[in-house]
């Protein structure tokens, strides 16, 4: 009985150690996954991540491609823009330019306004009617009725006897067959004295916005070796070459079309005359008048200003064009000489430091 409880005793102990390593081994792999569940949640943040990222980058690259489009579309509607103003500017030229009185004009400069008038009214007719508003301005109200005819008369008149350059008589009735010339006619001679002192013997010469002003040659006390006279009128361009022609001076002398409004005279002169010109240009477009001068090649540029209207009456302009000049005028140009002549106010200007 004895060995038997023994036995007994040793088979109960040894169930009760498997039952505890069958316990131990139970709980063992509970206690190995536990770390496995407790990474689960941050592998699936972390796979999400991954996706999300994946798939912005998807969509970046899907719209890169569209983005890149962008600049070339917009430029392509910038230039159908352009095209299309053009064509409105040329299509108003061509109905301005029917009537006689702006069909004289240079191309450029009838266009450049008619841009001008479209963009600053909605309907055609008023850039239409602003158009031959500003055209009579810088062209239209220095016509004389019949001028251009009787001019190419008198030139072709003349044109046998030669010696045009020293007939003082003939440029008289010429200059009074423009306005802005005629008005010089009371003080002409103490004009041309004062244009005398910076044009002389072998002098080059560039006139801008010349209108009548070069047949006032034969008044200039010296003989300036070349002169290249600009403006926007065709006939007036005309009939200039014509008298440049009858005088003999050759290549020397020549008239071209040149819109100072736009652009600025490529050659290089010892004078630059702007007679009365500077207001036209300002009224045109703020601040193009200093433009011009400080892009001249010009040795001297002599500017000049009306003191009174061309009605005649003075109604304190000489003083408003001389505060607009002298405080306007650029630090890279010096004024060396006022002189007021008549009824006109005169400067010489110079680069600053030559």
Do not use: W
């Not at 006689?100 to 841009?115: F, P």
């Not at 044009?199 to 010349?210: E, F, K, L, Q, T």
């Amino acid at each position: 009985m004895a060995a038997d409880g023994i036995e007994a005793k040793a088979i109960q102990d040894g169930e009760a150690i498997q039952d505890g390593e069958a316990a131990q081994e139970a709980q063992e792999p509970q206690e190995a996954q536990e770390p496995q569940e407790a990474q689960e949640p941050q592998e699936a943040q972390e796979s999400q991540e991954a996706q999300e990222s994946q798939e912005a980058q998807e969509s970046q690259e899907a719209q890169e491609p569209q983005e890149a489009q962008e600049p070339q579309e917009s430029l392509v509607d910038l230039q159908a823009k352009v095209d299309q103003e053009d064509q409105q500017a040329k299509a108003l030229a061509d109905e301005v330019s029917s009537a006689r009185k702006y069909g004289g004009i240079d191309r450029a400069a009838l266009e450049r306004v008619c841009r001008a008038a479209l963009a600053a009214h909605a309907r055609r007719k008023d850039a239409a009617k602003a158009a031959k508003a500003a055209l009579h301005q810088i062209h239209g109200a220095f016509l004389v009725a019949g001028g251009h005819a009787r001019a190419r008369s008198l030139i072709f008149a003349h044109a046998e006897g030669g010696g045009m350059l020293d007939d003082r008589a003939l440029a008289r009735r010429l200059l009074a067959l423009h306005a802005s010339t005629r008005e010089r006619l009371p003080f002409l001679d103490e004009a041309y004295a004062h244009v005398g002192r910076f044009v002389r013997d072998g002098a080059s010469v560039m006139d801008i916005g010349c209108g009548y002003n070069p047949f006032a040659l034969p008044l200039f006390r010296g003989r300036p070796v070349s002169y290249l006279a600009y403006d926007i009128c065709l006939e007036t361009i005309e009939l200039l070459n014509a008298f440049f022609q009858a005088s003999g001076q050759g290549g020397g002398y020549v008239a071209l079309a040149l819109d100072a409004a736009a652009r600025t005279p490529p050659a290089r002169a010892d004078v630059a005359l702007l007679f009365k010109l500077l207001p036209l240009l300002e009224r045109q477009r703020k601040g193009r008048a200093f433009e011009l001068l400080e892009g001249l090649e010009a040795g001297v540029a002599l500017v000049s200003f009306p003191t009174g209207s061309m009605s005649g009456r003075k109604r304190g302009m000489a003083g408003f064009y001389a505060d607009f000049f002298e405080r306007g005028l650029p630090v890279t140009l010096t004024i060396t000489d006022k002189t007021t002549v008549g009824a006109e106010l005169f400067y010489a200007v110079k680069k600053t430091g030559s």
